[in-house]
Nanobody, 126 residues
């Protein structure tokens, strides 16, 4: 079993930055893919970014955040970060960390993940 805990959310003005952290505990050696999703009020949970724990750390980003957000891992600390720059009011949502074990996967869909954190709120004001 794996437990995920997010932190780093908060309130910022448009154009500001935040860095979210996702710390994993438990059977962390089983984690193969870590991702960030977000969910705004009244909307479905949507993919933000994913990181494959491989030799080259392959990453995926949604078109909405590409060029503004960066996902990176510190495996010694069992932590994955989401650096968010040039934040916009449309980025306001609860951000969730998700992880999955090895196997065939589609990084973009929530159903592909085995473990989820509780979420951290990000609010961007104009």
């Amino acid at each position: 079993q794996v437990q995920l805990k997010e932190s780093g959310g908060g309130s910022v003005q448009s154009g500001g930055s935040l860095r979210l952290s996702c710390v994993a505990s438990g059977s962390t050696s089983e984690i193969w893919l870590t991702a960030w999703f977000r969910q705004a009020p009244g909307k479905e949970r949507e993919f933000v970014a994913a990181l494959h724990k491989s030799g080259d750390d392959t990453t995926w980003y949604s078109d909405d955040v590409k060029g503004r957000f960066t996902i990176a891992g510190d495996y010694a600390r069992n932590t994955v970060y989401l650096q968010m720059n040039s934040l916009e009011p449309e980025d306001t949502a609860v951000y969730y960390c998700a992880a999955r074990e090895a196997g065939q996967f589609n990084p973009y869909v929530p159903s592909g993940y085995d473990y989820w954190g509780q979420g951290t709120q990000v609010t961007v004001s104009s």
